[in-house]
């Protein structure tokens, strides 16, 4: 087998994960060197996933509709839709629940299923950690409260980050 | 376990578990490897977290695994204060990922002696933990997991949510959070060129396919990572029997493609193995490519018989002990690529030409 990018005989097969999708390629050393330098960058198998993203979110969204949904951000880690799109990452639990409505056809692009049929920790079986979730957004507005002088605001929400902690 | 243990000098002398050729199938499969994935529910992820909150996760994290049942056989490695040379010797050595070892920020590892059992505190999730054995035997690694899953679990509040299951960093692993790979040896499906047919067949039923060590890694010695890509909708054992059910099936084609290769030249194929033999017994100096090339060729040559003064276990520990980072901390200075090659053809050559050429756990 022939090298896809230039003449010499392809030595080193790889397999890469684009969208979900696995795509081959077949190349000499020279070019799978080169190849697998710029794919070293930890943010390849991101950028692989916000394009599957924006794929999907391309189908029956309007650019107009698409900024919008960019702006939206989560109230508990800040980070807007637009940085996941980019990062393919999140930034905290509560993202599952503020983007249910976006994230839904990606999971299910991904998975097949939308649904979680595997274990569950046994100490809260049932329960949700969505409480202990918003201690995120208390220590972020803590040390936003802190940034602006606003002891009162800090003092406060420390009592209320200790309030969440000890119940849980 | 002791801190003599987790020097790490110490352990490039020796080699984990996992390599040690015993398990089901193990001259085709090198190793059965489980993850999860897990997050605390009270921290943002890894990358909405500051440098204090990951610092509060690492610590929350370490406490909780070295005050648990699992301290007596674990030890730490503060990975942000190691050098260059020793992450890459770690991540070599499978026990860390490349992105953990290439971050930044606190972040670090619990291992145990034998090298089955790692867990990574902030990578790509706040922790990630990892059990690995020889052979195919998954099952016993899933055994493991659980177990250490459920130890932590008592302590730690995990990111969970009822319908989606545990939350990850990256939508791709949650659920579950589980990753089943097997490691698979398969030097005759590259050389009659089936491998491609079974690539494709794997694709279709949703499993992934790397080379030795993980993701836009190259299949170095025709070394093939098969594992599960979908990690919500289906219970653990689902998971994991998908990847058991497809192994046997992908072993009896390398099985049949070696009986080709026999029947259709052995002298072909002795001829190939015994070259490749040669060279690494004679090379002055060598690359890591074309040694982890032609010890494939030695590895199957054993696992046919046509070499006999050799054994697997000093093969499997061959293939990591001159990696770059491997052969630095052996020789215990830095080199550049040309006194590698030579340090490395030096290596082989000393564990190759032995007399007693089949203890790997004597250097």
Redesign the interface.
């Known amino acids: ?1 022939k090298c896809q990018k230039c003449e010499r005989p392809a ?7 684009t969208g ?3 795509e ?1 390629l077949h190349l000499c ?1 020279e070019c ?1 060197r080169e190849y ?1 330098t710029q ?2 960058s ?1 943010d ?3 950028a692989n ?1 916000a394009g599957a993203l924006a794929q999907q979110l391309a189908v029956g969204q309007t650019a107009q509709e698409l900024a919008r949904l960019d702006q939206q951000a989560c109230p ?4 807007t839709f637009f940085e996941f799109r980019n ?7 509560h993202d ?2 503020c983007f249910q409505k976006e ?1 839904e056809p ?2 299910a692009n ?15 079986a ?5 409480q ?2 918003q ?2 957004r208390l ?2 507005e803590m ?1 936003e409260a802190i940034a602006a002088e606003d002891y009162e605001q800090a003092s406060k929400l420390r009592d209320e980050i200790k309030q969440i ?1 000890d119940a ?1 | 376990m002791s801190d003599k243990k987790l020097e790490l000098d110490y352990l490039a002398h020796t080699s984990g578990e996992w390599l040690r050729g015993a398990g089901p199938q193990a001259d085709i499969v090198m190793s059965s490897r489980i993850r999860l994935a897990r ?1 605390l ?8 977290a ?1 440098e204090p ?1 990951r610092t509060e996760i690492e610590k929350t994290l370490h406490d909780a695994i070295l005050q648990s049942e699992l301290a007596g056989r674990l030890g730490y490695l503060d990975v942000s204060r190691l050098e260059g040379l020793d992450r890459q010797f770690l991540v070599e050595r499978q026990l860390i990922s ?2 953990h070892a ?2 930044q920020g606190a972040r670090g590892v619990a291992l145990d002696e034998e090298e089955r059992v790692s867990l990574m505190i902030n990578e ?1 999730d706040h922790l990630r933990i990892q059990c690995m054995h020889s052979g195919l035997d998954l099952e016993r690694a899933w055994d493991e997991i ?1 177990h250490i ?2 130890v932590l ?2 302590r730690i ?11 990850t ?4 692993n ?3 959070g ?1 990753r089943v790979s097997v490691m698979l040896h398969l030097p005759a499906l ?1 050389i009659t ?1 089936q ?2 047919k079974v ?1 494709r067949s794997l ?1 279709k039923i ?1 499993l ?4 030795l060590y993980g ?5 170095m010695g025709d070394f093939y990572q098969i594992s599960n ?8 054992p689902d ?1 994991i029997k998908q990847v058991g059910d497809v192994v046997p099936v992908i072993i009896d084609y390398e099985r049949k493609a070696r009986d080709v290769l026999i029947k259709e030249g052995q002298q072909n194929l002795h001829d190939r193995v015994s070259r490749a033999y040669g060279i690494l017994r004679n090379a002055q100096t060598i690359s890591s ?1 074309e040694t982890m ?1 032609l010890l494939s060729s030695v590895r199957m040559g054993v696992n046919l018989g046509l070499i006999q003064d050799i054994e697997i276990p000093m093969i499997n520990q061959l293939f990591i002990h001159t990696q770059p980072a491997h052969l630095q901390k052996l020789r215990g200075v830095e080199l550049d690529t040309a006194d590698r090659n030579i340090e490395r053809a030096r290596y082989l050559r000393r564990h190759l030409n032995r007399e007693d050429g089949n203890d790997a756990s004597k250097n």
Do not use: W
Request: hydrophobic share 35%; charged share 25%.
């Open positions: 087998m030595t080193f097969h790889i397999t890469e994960l979900g999708k696995p081959e050393e799978a697998l794919s070293d930890p390849t198998g991101a996933l508990v880690c800040g980070i990062k393919g990452r999140l930034g905290c639990p599952y629940v994230l990606l999971l991904i998975h097949g299923e939308t649904t979680h049929v595997g274990k569950r920790p046994k100490q809260n049932a329960a949700d950690t969505d202990l979730t201690l995120v220590r972020r040390k902690k849980g | 997050n529910a009270d921290f943002p992820f890894i990358s909405r500051s909150d490349r992105e290439d971050s790509e659980n899953d459920d679990a008592e509040a995990f990111a969970f949510n009822p319908r989606l299951g545990f939350l960093a990256c939508p791709t949650v659920g579950t589980m590259v060129r491998i491609e690539f694709q949703n992934a396919v790397r080379g993701e836009g890694s190259q299949a890509q979908i990690t919500l909708g289906r219970s653990e998971l490519e090339h």
